[in-house]
């Protein structure tokens, strides 16, 4: 049973930094990309970050040059540093696992991030 669990979501204001880690159980981690995405109200969800087994990362034009994505395959954990927020960047993140081979997928229940003043 593959499990992720996001945290570090919360209230920032405009401007701030906030760090989101994705922690996975179960021993899939290594064999996957891992990814972010985001929710807003009415809003469908979109693309945040991809980072690749080998570390090759990959960013919507809205997070390039304020997220960054990593991840640690020692702690099967993946994290999204999120500098410069803005109020647009409100939304619920979502941390996914996609294995390589069969190309399952794997989602957490998500991390609210609200920026407001």
């Known amino acids: 049973q593959v499990q992720l669990v996001e945290s570090g979501g919360g209230l920032v204001q405009p401007g701030g930094s906030l760090r989101l880690s994705c922690a996975a159980s179960?021993?899939?981690?290594?064999?996957?990309?891992a990814g972010w995405y985001r929710q807003a109200p009415g809003k469908q969800r979109e693309l945040v970050a991809t980072?690749?087994?080998?570390?090759?990362?990959n960013y919507a034009d809205s997070a390039k040059g304020r997220f960054t994505i990593s991840r640690d395959n020692a702690e099967n954990t993946v994290y999204l540093q999120m500098n410069s927020l803005k109020p647009e960047d409100t939304a619920v993140y979502y941390c996914?696992?996609?294995?390589?081979?069969?190309?399952?997928?794997?989602w957490g229940q998500g991390t609210q991030v609200t920026v407001s003043s």
């Open positions: 996914q696992l996609r294995t390589v081979v069969s190309g399952t997928t794997y």
């Open positions: 179960g021993s899939i981690f290594s064999i996957s990309a």
């Open positions: 980072i690749s087994r080998a570390g090759s990362t």
